[in-house]
Each structure stands twice: as C-alpha cells, then as structure tokens.
C-alpha cells in the first residue's frame, strides 16, 4: 500500500482502555470493572472514538473469559454508546494474580473460540494473525496462533456475520492473512492493525512502520497499535500516512514519562487534537462504520 502525506480522510480512531495484561497496579485510574470499563468507553465515544476495543477482568481485576462479563459491558456499551463499533480481543489476555507476584499463563484456544458466542454479539473479533512467543515481564509463553486454528475462527465469524479485526505482530503475518484471503477465508474487506513495540514482536521503529504499510494490500484499512512511549510518535507518522490510530490503557498508562495519564479519555482528546493539527478530521460512528464496511447494528 502506497501512504499519501496529502491525504485527508476522516480518521477512525480505537480505544482500548483496560487490555488484557496489566491493571491497577500500572494505574491506579485504569477502569476493570464493567460498570468502569463503560464509564470509561462513553467518556471516550463522547469525545469521537468510534470502535471500542473490549478486554475483560473478574471481580478481583484478574483478566477473565467469563462470557457473562462480556455480556455486561458489551450491552452497556450498546446502550450508553449508540452506533459505537465494539470489538473483541481474542487473545483474552494473560491471567495474573494482583500486582503480577506470580507468574502469568495465557488463555486456552478453547476459551478463546466460546467468544464466538458471546450474545449480545460484537461487531468485530480479532484475529491474532500468527504464533510467536509474547513476553510481558516475567512470563513469557507460546502465543499459538496457527493458520488452522485461525482458519476455523475466522469461518465462525463469518458465519454468525462478526467481521474482524487482524492483528500483525510481525510482517509474516501479514502474508498469513494474505493466504487465507486468497483461500477464499477472509470475505470482503481487509481491517489491519499493526502491532508495534510488543516483545516478541516486531520493534516500534519508522523504518518497520513503513515495511509493514508497504506489505498491506490496496483497498484495506489500517490502524497502529503502539506500545508505551513509542505511541504518540509513531501515531503521529500514522496520521500523517492516512492511517487511523489506536489509544487508551491497554497501550500506554502514561501521559508523558514519568507523569501517569488521569483517563483514557486524556488520552483520546490529545489523539483528537493531533489529528485537526494533521488536518484530518475525526470520523464519526456512522462514517466509521462506513469506512470499515461495518452496517448498523440492529436493535
């Protein structure tokens, strides 16, 4: 895909506020809670995010696969945040105790394909678009995501009419996503994330930024997810690229360094601001929806 700097299409902007790693401990203001994680997601839709990118915790903040939880934020959502695009993380996450004192273990592929009947239903899942070792401080673990096993998620998504979002950690990855489009698996259009700064993955630099947006193909639409102080920068280079951006806690809990952010929605408003000084403006719902090729949900 080739960037154009003189692009000014409205900008699609994600957030992510709690993740499926860290909690409290990284930042105290950081929402776990469903009635927290809602509160936080309206704040940040009322400020012109337009896709709200769900991870869940148990009453003790510790990330969880319980359906139940996702039924209580994602109806909250739909409620308090009319047309916002709401997508799964299907990675879960990586179970800790509170503060990470003990070391963590990734979900089940049996946990992570019961989202499939998550009801009320999401408008998007991802797709963790290849299997490499993720590393987040003391734990390191086999994240396996093999084309089969993608294979059979990505064909219940289409049945149940749940796009997806693909997530790419490294540049193979992009070519797996490419083979199961060819194969007929991936239907319609293609919506990339890329994943930037995640250890185990590939490093948050410009120069693979650039490598990466090269590999996508015409047509697709793309964010960056970057991780802690290569976010703003690299969102930055995004936005004037014409891609969309990512922001929120799961990212980064800080504003600055050494200066924690107060909300996701501190975080959202310096996203906005970026983008008008970019002279792109901020898309809403029912453009949003548009540009991702996402119809209106059906009450």
């Not at 086999?142 to 049945?159: D, M, Q, R, V």
């Not at 193909?217 to 964010?223: L, V, Y």
């Amino acid at each position: 895909m080739r960037p154009d700097v003189t692009k000014t299409n409205k900008v699609v902007i994600t957030v992510a506020t709690t993740g499926g790693l860290h909690g409290k401990e990284a930042n105290p203001r950081l929402p776990e809670q469903p009635e927290e994680i809602v509160r936080a997601m309206k704040e940040c839709y009322e400020g012109g995010a337009t896709i709200a990118h769900i991870h869940v915790r148990d009453a003790n903040g510790v990330t969880s696969s319980d359906l139940g939880i996702y039924r209580e934020v994602l109806a909250g959502i739909h409620e308090q945040c009319p047309g916002m695009i709401t997508q799964v993380g299907n990675g879960i996450g990586v179970r800790y105790t509170r503060g990470h004192k003990l070391p963590g273990e990734g979900f089940s592929q049996a946990e992570r394909m019961r989202l499939l009947d998550l009801d009320p239903r999401p408008d998007m899942l991802t797709v963790n678009a290849g299997t490499f070792h993720f590393v987040h401080r003391t734990t390191e673990f086999l994240f396996n995501n093999s084309k089969a096993w993608n294979t059979e998620f990505i064909e219940g998504c289409n049945e149940r009419h749940i796009h997806n979002e693909l997530e790419v950690y490294d540049l193979s990855h992009i070519e797996n996503m490419l083979k199961l489009k060819a194969s007929g698996v991936i239907k319609g259009q293609m919506h990339f994330s890329l994943v930037l700064g995640i250890d185990g993955g590939i490093p948050a630099t410009p120069q693979n930024l650039m490598t990466m947006v090269d590999a996508l193909p015409e047509g697709s639409s793309w964010q960056v997810v970057c991780i802690g102080k290569h976010q703003v920068p690299l969102s930055t280079m995004v936005l004037a690229m014409g891609g969309n951006i990512r922001m929120g806690f799961e990212d980064n809990v800080y504003y600055r360094h050494g200066q924690l952010a107060d909300s996701n929605r501190q975080l959202l408003d310096r996203a906005v601001r970026l983008c008008r000084e970019l002279d792109r403006e901020v898309a809403n719902c029912a453009e949003a929806r548009e540009i991702m090729g996402i119809p209106q949900r059906q009450h």
